[in-house]
């Protein structure tokens, strides 16, 4: 199993910052990637940004320069650095973590943080 536990959510204006940040714990070691995924309102889940056990990136093409995507390998700790930031991005956003074991993909995720940008 795999703990994971997010935040640094709130209430900003357009264009300001905000750093998400999901802690990882547990069973961690067979990890390949970890990633960022939002919610918002009466939408279906999305894809925001992963990131692979080697480092590779991968961002949605709405937050394409304006999100970066990072990890610190000694604190178990993947962070989404949110600049510019538009009202289209407030959602509730989920950290997740995926173990492909045996040809078996699965995937644990957070509780979420609510992130709103006002107009």
């Known amino acids: 199993q795999v703990q994971l536990v997010e935040s640094g959510g709130g209430l900003v204006q357009a264009g300001g910052s905000l750093r998400l940040s999901c802690a990882a714990s547990?069973?961690?070691?067979?990890?390949?990637?970890m990633g960022w995924y939002r919610q918002p309102p009466g939408k279906q889940r999305e894809l925001v940004a992963s990131i692979t056990s080697g480092d590779t990136t991968n961002y949605a093409d709405s937050v394409k320069g304006r999100f970066t995507i990072s990890r610190d390998n000694a604190e178990n700790t993947v962070y989404l650095q949110m600049n510019s930031l538009k009202p289209e991005d407030t959602a509730v956003y989920l950290c997740n973590a995926r173990k492909v074991i045996g040809g078996r993909t699965i995937g644990y995720w957070g509780q979420g943080t609510q992130v709103t940008v006002s107009s």
């Open positions: 547990g069973s961690i070691f067979s990890v390949n990637a």
